[in-house]
């Protein structure tokens, strides 16, 4: 099989198995067949995992999956500096050690500008991971309690934190990860080993966008080089002999099979880190979705359930009294909170009750109110 078809089948494999375990899980593809197929891939791969292993094999993978998926460690840092440190140096000894043997014009930049880009994400990384990202502790929670007024479904009030043992202020959520509650709760992130928060989305954001620049800037560069390397070697204008021994003009099959054969690792760092750029876009797109809607990947997870649970109250009419004892409960809790001043008050019939125009949103994932 040649190098461009195994590629392309590799490439379009990934990306819909990324898609399907990704998506397979949400409102939209739960009941339809990406959410078959996502179910009948977890549990395939289940069965081969408990029959086909040894009891010891099993317990020692579970021992450390768990470990690297469901407990705070540097693991995840450790392996994305590797593959940091790895793919540069790639490019640096084989990309642009061609790119000065056959003169690129753009080899000053070429040397620069990813080695630039590369600074600057190391610093976000580094201060991602030792950020606060709005840990909330019994010395602060009264004022974020102040923050953002509870919407009644999505938070409600006088709720409170089984292991932090206070109310849960609007926005917030344990994380069992770091074992503290976290102020405007986004996600946990395992390649910076913390959670994602009120007060370091902003810094995430930066990672991600420079991030994204790092893989595409290396991407384009390495794609310029090989380009340059056809074009030195005049390999366009070259024959090359099929299986019956004829000559025949080059075509784009065999020119990448060509030069995969003789530059691979330029042409793997090519493969991947395109394919990586792809997905750091569409990640980083979907967070900047977030920004300008002033919501968090949290609340998202959590919308669904809520919107479940009203429809479900709005069929059952054999429970009429309990739902209007229930709403006059709730009403009676809005009130007792009624004299608090909220920062964000919400606005409850739309969609996101904290969505506060486009401009306010964004500024205050990089100005945070927990800062103001």
Aim: glycine content about 6%.
């Amino acid at each position: 099989m040649d190098f461009l078809l195994l590629s392309t089948l590799y490439l379009g494999g990934f990306i819909m198995l990324t898609y399907v375990l990704w998506f397979g899980d949400s409102t939209f593809h739960k009941q339809g067949y990406v959410g078959k197929l996502r179910r009948t891939i977890i549990q395939g791969s289940s069965l081969c995992f408990h029959h086909c292993l040894p009891s010891f094999c099993r317990r020692e993978i579970e021992r450390l999956w768990h470990f690297a998926a469901y407990t705070r460690n540097p693991l995840f840092q450790c392996l994305y500096a590797v593959l940091v440190v790895a793919g540069f140096t790639t490019f640096q000894f084989d990309v642009l050690h061609y790119a000065a043997l056959y003169e690129a014009p753009a080899l000053p930049l070429y040397q620069t500008l990813p080695l630039s880009i590369l600074f600057v994400n190391a610093i976000l990384f580094c201060a991602l991971s030792m950020k606060d990202p709005g840990v909330l502790t019994s010395g602060n929670v009264d004022r974020h309690l102040q923050l953002y007024e509870f919407d009644g479904h999505l938070y409600r009030q006088n709720e409170r934190c089984r292991t932090c043992q206070f109310e849960k202020p609007a926005r917030s959520k344990h994380c069992a990860f770091c074992n503290h509650c976290v102020y405007r709760f986004d996600h946990h992130c395992l390649w910076v080993n913390c959670c994602i928060g009120g007060l370091n989305h902003r810094l995430f954001l930066g990672f991600l966008i420079t991030l994204c620049c790092l893989c595409g800037c290396i991407s384009h560069v390495t794609c310029q080089v090989a380009l340059l390397v056809v074009e030195a070697n005049k390999l366009w204008s070259a024959h090359y002999v099929d299986r019956y021994g004829r000559p025949q003009p080059m075509d784009l099959r065999t020119l990448c099979q060509y030069l995969f054969m003789q530059h691979p690792r330029m042409i793997f760092l090519l493969v991947s880190l395109s394919l990586l750029t792809l997905l750091l876009v569409g990640f980083t797109l979907y967070h900047l979705y977030l920004t300008v809607n002033n919501t968090t990947t949290n609340e998202l997870y959590k919308k669904p359930a809520s919107r479940e649970t009203k429809q479900a109250e709005k069929n059952n009419t054999v429970k009429g009294k309990h739902k209007a004892k229930q709403r006059k409960h709730n009403t009676e809790e809005l009130q007792h909170h009624g004299n608090m001043k909220f920062t964000v008050n919400c606005h409850r019939g739309r969609w996101n009750p904290y969505h506060r125009g486009y401009f306010c949103n964004v500024l205050e994932v990089f100005l945070p109110l927990a800062n103001r």
